[in-house]
């Protein structure tokens, strides 16, 4: 029988080292244990079967280009999203690849993904709502059924509940003294 799993390093890690279904499959299984790197292997080979696996090894780069060219740079709210996310969402993430953004730690619950989204949450509920549509799409390059966790948007925006008085108004014109600003101010209010 030809070995399905190698061990490597000093920490003696097992590496997935075989074929299954015409994909060589050389990952790294995370750990020591051989019980837990034989199921980490299935879940290797069950990628194989669904045809993810080579999307999920895809780098978040790999799949911000991808999301792009399916855009028409020629519509103002498609240059907004690559705006977005060139300044925003990839220097959050980098180079890393779509299985190490969305792993998520079993015991604290958390990923890079709460970690990206938490860092966003101050922002208005608008902005937060383009930078998640833009990040939900592009992972879903690499895994195509992943949906982001709920945001709790903590700032809700902007909301006025007051107006101005008239006499407020009053006196705010009569403290300018260019008459082409106080036109301004009257067509405004």
């Not at 977005?84 to 993430?93: E, G, Q, S, V």
């Not at 993904?113 to 860092?119: C, E, F, I, P, R």
Request: proline share 3%.
């Amino acid at each position: 029988m030809p070995k399905l799993m190698v061990q490597r390093g000093k920490n003696n890690i097992w590496y997935a080292h075989c074929r299954f279904m015409g994909v060589f499959l050389h990952d790294c299984l995370g750990t020591s244990d051989k019980r837990w790197a034989e199921r980490e292997l299935a879940t290797l080979k069950s990628l194989v079967e669904r045809g993810a696996y080579r999307a999920w090894k895809k780098t978040f780069k790999e799949c911000i280009v991808d999301w792009l060219s399916d855009l028409d740079m020629k519509r103002p709210n498609h240059i907004c999203h690559e705006i977005n996310i060139r300044l925003h969402i990839a220097p959050f993430f980098g180079d890393l690849k779509i299985r190490e953004i969305i792993a998520c730690d079993e015991e604290t619950g958390k990923s890079m993904v709460t970690d990206y989204l938490n860092s966003i949450d101050h922002r208005p509920k608008e902005t937060v709502h383009k930078l998640r549509h833009n990040l939900v799409n592009i992972l879903r390059k690499g895994k195509k059924d992943y949906n982001l966790p709920e945001s709790k948007f903590s700032n809700k925006g902007f909301y006025q509940d007051r107006f101005l008085a008239q006499e407020e108004f009053h006196e705010i014109l009569e403290l300018m003294e260019d008459d082409e600003y106080r036109q301004v101010a009257i067509m405004m209010a």
